[in-house]
Every structure is written in C-alpha cells, then in structure tokens.
C-alpha cells in the first residue's frame, strides 16, 4: 500500500542552521507530494507541493524537490528561524482525494 | 473567513458515552475527510466524503459513523467511546479543483479525553 516515511525527532537548531528533514515514500502510480506546518495550538496547513518528478515546492523559504528515482520529498531550509519551530508533515495523494500523512516531525529552533 | 470550523475544541467523555463532532466549512468544498492525530503516529484517515450523500471508510473507521446531508456539514460521532479514542481529532476539505483535488484545509482540532 501507500505509505510516508519521516526521519523522527525531535530536530533541535540554532537559529540560521541549516535544515534538512528527510521523507520517503511508497506509492503506486504517480502521487502528488505535499508538506504541511503545524503551529503550535493549530491545525495543519499547507507549505509546499509538488505534482509530478522533478518538481520543486518552494513556500516561505523552504523547498523540497520529487525525486521519482530516489522516492523522496525531502525538506530544506537553508536559514531556520524561532518562528519555524512546529511539527513538519510530509503526505501524498494518489488520484482521488484520500491524502496519507507520515508520522510528524517536531522541530524546535534555539534563539 | 470561517474555512474549516470545528466544535467542540475539547470534551472529556467517560466510556462507554456517545458523541458527535461537529464540521463546518465554508468553502463549498466536494471532499471533506476526518484524521485521528496520536504521538508517533501521525494523521490517520478515520471516514472521509467526496460529495453530499456520499461517505466511505478510511484506515481506522471502527468506533465511528459519519454523514454528510449537506456540501457544508460532516460530522463525526462516537458511538459508544473508549479510552482508545482519546486523540486530537481534525476535520479537512478540499476543492474538486480544474486539474485534480486540491490542497487540504484543516480546522484547528478537538481534543477528546475519554476516561
């Protein structure tokens, strides 16, 4: 079946340091890659997507390229800041509408 | 703008007890989709509808039932609550969209405790 995998947290940085949180993915067909932000106290929202291989999702300063070959969506931030401390989901959809999430990672930014 | 709107935002029931949340959107949306958020665990699919009358199960239906008479309502009820149950429960729609379904939006959750 369909499936996300995230590297687990949490994720601690100083703030500026690079971020990279790893996602992979089983899928049939072609699915269109997603990630979503939860704030703390709030539902999730979207960040970024992308549809189809070689795309890049950009949003806010965050970017994850599809990578068919490799089945990966992984997030990079090249500068974190404190207010990008939350929970980073990374989810896929194939065809219909049902959207599968993998389990969350927290990250938490040190001023 | 309203969006996705979600009551209540936190309710202890004891075992054994009945309830329904309730799921409002605003955005004439076609699909709308119930996830259970626990530690570790991610968001997974409880029921989810993709038009007026329509509904289906998703991975972890048992417990619950939902309905949807309306584009804008799709609750979710509890038939009988356990403690396994105790999660933070999220409503989500998206639009059919010209080129597939689009991006989903989520209410800001309901915290259930069930003792």
């Known amino acids: 079946g369909n499936s996300v995998t995230q590297m687990e947290g949490p994720v601690t940085l100083s703030e500026e340091a690079f971020l990279t949180i790893n996602c992979t993915y089983t899928a049939t067909g072609y699915p269109s890659l997603f990630w979503y932000v939860q704030y703390p106290g709030e539902g999730l929202q979207l960040l970024l997507k992308a549809t189809k291989a070689d795309d890049k999702g950009s949003n806010k300063g965050f970017e994850a390229t599809y990578r068919k070959e490799t089945t990966s969506f992984h997030l990079e931030k090249g500068s974190v800041q404190v207010s990008d401390s939350a929970v980073y989901f990374c989810?896929?959809?194939?065809?219909?509408?049902?959207?599968?999430f993998g389990a969350g990672t927290r990250l938490f930014v040190k001023a | 703008n309203a969006g996705v709107t979600q009551t209540p935002k936190f309710q202890v029931l004891k075992t054994g007890q009945s309830m329904t949340l309730q799921c409002a959107q605003d955005m004439n949306h076609e699909y709308m989709s119930w996830y259970r958020q626990d530690p570790g665990m991610g968001l997974r699919l409880i029921h989810y509808s993709v038009g007026a009358g329509i509904t289906d199960q998703g991975e972890v239906p048992n417990g619950y039932n939902v309905s949807r008479s309306t584009t804008e309502d799709f609750p979710l009820r509890l038939l009988s609550a356990a403690p396994s149950q105790t999660s933070v429960y999220f409503c989500a729609s998206s639009s059919k969209g010209l080129a597939g379904p689009g991006e989903l939006f989520f209410g800001e959750g309901s915290r259930l405790t069930v003792l």
């Open positions: 989810a896929l959809r194939t065809g219909g509408f049902k959207t599968i």
